[in-house]
């Protein structure tokens, strides 16, 4: 008697739960989302600021509406036109004010950057005691911007101070006083200039630090000098440098409030009337603050246009080579 076996069936594996893939970013998009709270944080703190100021521009903002400024009638266009009239007198301080203001950021700048370059030029070469130097020459930049303009204003505020007393022993002393009158405008370029020079040395140091010292010993193999290096060389080697390290240092002496107002309170002389000192009398003195913001946002427009037309300028200049 044959028995017929039954085939067997294969066993069927247990079916093992399928994971959750994690979502990961793609390398294109992941600097995006580093970037991405940093970006958000700027447009809370810049952004909506201004354009709450774009507002209340186009708004008749005086004392009467602080309260409920929102409440505040609809002014349109009427505090531009008015700012901007160069035949009342606000439209003719405004106009005077940004001339001083230019006058200031280009004096300021230029006289940084001339320390600042000539300094980053002594230091570039390994000497006894750089490190030392480097340290004193950086001093101003650290210092708050409170304290470094109050000690200038000690110096410079009478008479008899310590700018008069070393000009004195020079036999240069006539007892001028410095924060009144045209002398105000100089006063506020040295404070200024004595601020900011330390960042353009910083700057340039760091771009002098990336040009190879192999460049300059073939220039003294061929037999150029210090000024014919310093000129063909680090000038144009350092003018990317130059490019960006010029426009910062403009952009924030155009809009600088710190340095004018500690050097003399709310008594600015008409001479260093720059004008975000002009915005702000216009502001908190006459409480028209549709006609500041209005003021505000001009001087944004003419900074957005001077930004441009530097960059095109010198971006040109750098392909004509």
Do not use: C
């Not at 061929?222 to 130059?242: K, Y």
């Not at 960059?311 to 040109?316: C, D, I, P, V, Y």
């Amino acid at each position: 008697m044959t028995s017929t076996a039954t085939p067997t069936r294969p066993r069927s594996r247990p079916e093992l739960p399928r994971q959750r893939r994690k979502w990961t970013p793609s390398k294109q998009a992941l600097p995006y989302l580093l970037i991405a709270p940093a970006l958000l944080f700027e447009l809370l703190v810049h952004l909506v600021p201004m354009l709450g100021g774009l507002w209340m521009s186009l708004l008749q903002l005086t004392q009467f509406h602080l309260r409920n400024w929102i409440s505040a009638p609809f002014a349109g266009l009427d505090n531009f036109a008015f700012a901007l009239n160069f035949n009342s007198a606000v439209g003719v301080e405004l106009l005077r004010s940004f001339g001083i203001t230019a006058a200031f950021a280009i004096l300021t700048v230029a006289l940084s950057w001339t320390l600042g370059v000539f300094a980053a030029t002594l230091l570039q070469r390994a000497f006894p005691g750089r490190a030392v130097l480097r340290t004193l020459f950086l001093v101003p930049y650290a210092l708050p911007v409170y304290t470094a303009v109050m000690i200038w204003k000690f110096m410079l505020n009478r008479s008899d101070g310590m700018v008069n007393t070393v000009l004195g022993d020079l036999g240069f002393n006539d007892g001028t006083f410095w924060l009144l009158g045209d002398n105000a405008f100089g006063a506020t370029v040295i404070t200024a200039a004595w601020r900011l020079w330390p960042f353009a040395f910083l700057v340039l140091m760091a771009g002098m630090q990336s040009i190879p010292d192999d460049v300059y010993e073939s220039a003294t193999m061929d037999g150029a000098g210090v000024w014919q290096q310093f000129h063909s060389i680090t000038l144009p080697m350092l003018r990317p440098v130059n490019q960006v390290l010029v426009l910062v240092l403009f952009l924030w002496t155009f809009n600088d409030f710190n340095v004018p107002y500690t050097l003399f309170d709310q008594s600015v002389p008409s001479s260093a009337n720059v004008l975000s000192i002009h915005i702000y009398n216009s502001s908190f003195l006459t409480w028209n603050f549709g006609l500041g913001s209005a003021m505000s946002t001009l001087l944004l427009l003419s900074l957005l246009v001077i930004t441009g037309g530097y960059l095109a300028f010198t971006s040109r200049r750098v392909k004509n080579g």
